[in-house]
């Protein structure tokens, strides 16, 4: 039965944490047209799905709100499909969202995005997700792997919600808007870090692997990485995605350095000295600072290098 209190019910759910190309470590799986058999029953995993309202009777919680129509509801709070079922994806992403808040306020934040986040999952049927900052959503779609049913593709998404409460109009410049990609791109891969397995088959630094088995063909399948060696030169890819990969190669240096714990809170904090302007120097100014100000200077000293490393700080 499902844990309660007056407020919240801790109900029950079977997700993908982080995806089944990683429990597995195999990249051979494929959608297979989002059929149950594609993914066997060890590719799932048993988690709480904590902080439901009232007694969970459906996905509506502290910090995650699903808004489909057809929501997901279950009498004892139990959630636990297959992913044939539609509601496997409200489950995961209510399960996402509410994981990666519940982090944040193990860092000390408990005012970054600390609202119900609306979500809405198998929207349309091209394959992309994004977030609507006017609207404050995150839309989800179904193409290939449905992307739901990735959760460093919700992660990254609620990476976008994150900053955009912190900064409001985050990334109204290029260099913005390539940060908040590489920032997204961090959060994916940094919350995996708790479940995930960094092995030559499924690097850690490896972005959405199991939604990108629907359209890459070389192993690892990756929609981005965080360990390129790209350095930014002054000169705009023209895609922020792409220019992002620098931002999160700093980044996830940072969280070797560092450590998930301590490099994590750096970069949430940092964004409280930004502004929706902001480019690349300015931003990794603001971070050094930061560290510098929270850890000290050789801590200070370790994230200035990875940034001047990728040519966003010169000094």
């Known amino acids: 039965h499902a844990a309660r209190s007056p407020k919240f019910t801790v109900g029950s759910a079977r997700v993908f944490d982080p995806n089944p190309v990683v429990k597995l470590q195999d990249e051979s799986l494929k959608d297979h047209a989002d059929a149950a058999n594609a993914v066997p029953a060890n590719g799932y995993s048993n988690r709480d799905l904590p902080r439901l309202k009232g007694k969970g009777h459906t996905l509506v919680g502290k910090w995650v709100q699903l808004i489909n129509k057809d929501r997901a509801s279950s009498p004892t709070a139990t959630y636990k499909y297959n992913r044939h079922n539609d509601d496997f994806e409200q489950v995961m992403a209510y399960y996402a969202i509410d994981s990666e808040q519940a982090y944040l306020q193990t860092l000390g934040f408990d005012e970054v995005n600390a ?13 992309n997700s994004f977030y609507i900052p006017g609207a404050d959503r995150i839309e989800m779609g179904t ?5 739901a049913e990735d959760p460093e593709v919700t992660w990254h998404e609620y990476g976008h919600a994150i900053q955009d409460d912190q900064v409001p109009n985050w990334g109204l410049r290029y260099q913005g808007a390539s940060m908040g990609e590489g920032f997204g791109d961090y959060m994916a891969v940094m919350m995996s870090q708790a479940f995930g397995k960094d092995t030559a088959t499924t690097p850690a630094a490896c972005v959405m692997d199991w939604d990108a088995t629907s359209y890459t063909t070389d192993t690892p399948h990756c929609l981005r990485r965080t360990d390129t060696g790209k350095v930014w030169t002054g000169t705009p890819d023209g895609d922020p995605h792409s220019d992002g990969e620098i931002w999160s190669a700093a980044l996830w240096d940072i969280n070797g350095q560092l450590g998930r714990d301590e490099a994590t809170t750096i970069i949430i904090e940092a964004h409280f000295w930004m502004n929706p302007k902001i480019g690349f120097q300015k931003a990794a100014e603001a ?8 850890y000290g200077g050789v801590d200070a000293q370790k994230v200035a290098d990875a940034f001047s490393s990728r040519g966003l700080l010169v000094t």
């Not at 193409?143 to 992307?147: A, L, N, P």
């Not at 971070?287 to 929270?294: F, G, I, K, Y």
């Open 115 to 127: 609202e119900s986040q609306k979500i809405a999952v198998d929207t349309f049927t091209d394959d």
């Open 143 to 147: 193409g290939g792997v449905d992307d």
């Open 287 to 294: 971070t050094v600072n930061v560290a510098d100000l929270l």
